[in-house]
């Protein structure tokens, strides 16, 4: 396990964009990015591998870029084309090789996990 911190979060306009970041007090395999709006489920977003192979929900793809900088630990998540939907906590989440559940985007493989930070688009 690692400690994980998410910045970046705060309002946008729809079709604007935001960048998130997440710093983690070590070396990580798989990072990932997933999300809760007020009253839903919380739902991966996007994740990528300690080689920075990524994955996207189909929700979030051609839009989000998930990139890493292993050399200083940290995640980041450019949004671009926000949508009224985007509005969400944003938390950065970690998970070991080990943990594989048979699927990408499973909150259930991530045993790291900052606190969140809180994305808002309105017009």
């Known amino acids: 396990q690692v400690q994980l911190m998410e910045s970046g979060g705060g309002s946008g306009q729809p079709g604007g964009s935001l960048t998130l970041a997440c710093t983690a007090s070590?070396?990580?395999?798989?990072m990932g990015w997933f999300r809760q709006a007020s009253g839903k489920e919380r739902e991966g977003v996007a994740d990528?591998?300690?080689?920075?192979?990524?994955h996207y929900s189909g929700r979030v793809a051609g839009r989000f870029t998930i990139s890493r900088d292993n050399d200083n630990n940290t995640l980041y998540l450019q949004m671009n084309g926000l949508k009224l939907e985007d509005t969400a906590t944003y938390y950065c989440?970690?998970?070991?090789?080990?943990?594989?559940?048979?699927?990408?985007?499973?909150?259930?493989?991530?045993?790291?996990w900052g606190r969140g930070t809180q994305v808002t688009v309105s017009s």
């Open positions: 989440a970690a998970r070991a090789r080990d943990r594989w559940f048979g699927s990408r985007l499973n909150p259930d493989a991530y045993d790291s």
């Open positions: 070590g070396t990580t395999y798989n």
């Open positions: 990528i591998g300690p080689y920075g192979v990524p």
